[in-house]
């Protein structure tokens, strides 16, 4: 399990820019994100595998192109329990807030790309605890949280 991508955006409902590292904020998410603040979505997730799923499926899409924070390999977000937590890098820790979205209308996203996978795959997680991460970190699964 290790992270292969991590993006954030000024505007939310855009793409975002991919770069290779970025510090987590203790309960404000991914520094520069639009996505970031006191709530529960403070960071999103999406498995490079339902990237890859979308890329298939005849979409030309990337790292970033879904709104997604941080992109990984190795775990289905989508059926991580609510209140599972993990180490990203060697000190970050996220806990999984809420599995799924709701689109009240179709955003940039969906027209620039043609879907959005991020209502059925994304997962969204509050910082925990803080920490620089790396494209290419591993990702632990902590005990307990649930």
Known sequence: M????????KKKGTRKTCVQEA???KEH????DAHAGPWHRQV????AEAIDWAKDKGLDVGFGDF???ISTTGIDWKNAPIGSRFRLGKEAVVEITQIGKECHKKC????????CIMPRE??????????SITVGDGIEELPGGD
């Not at 998410?29 to 520069?32: P, R, S």
Request: net charge negative; no cysteine.
């Open 108 to 115: 940039a996203i969906y027209y620039q790309a043609g879907d």
């Open 23 to 25: 510090l987590l904020i």
């Open 29 to 32: 998410g991914l520094e520069n």
């Open 67 to 69: 709104a997604e924070n």
């Open 122 to 131: 994304g997962v969204f997680a509050r910082v925990l605890n803080g920490g």
């Open 44 to 47: 999103s997730f999406l498995s």
């Open 2 to 9: 290790k992270i292969v991508s991590i993006a954030y955006s």
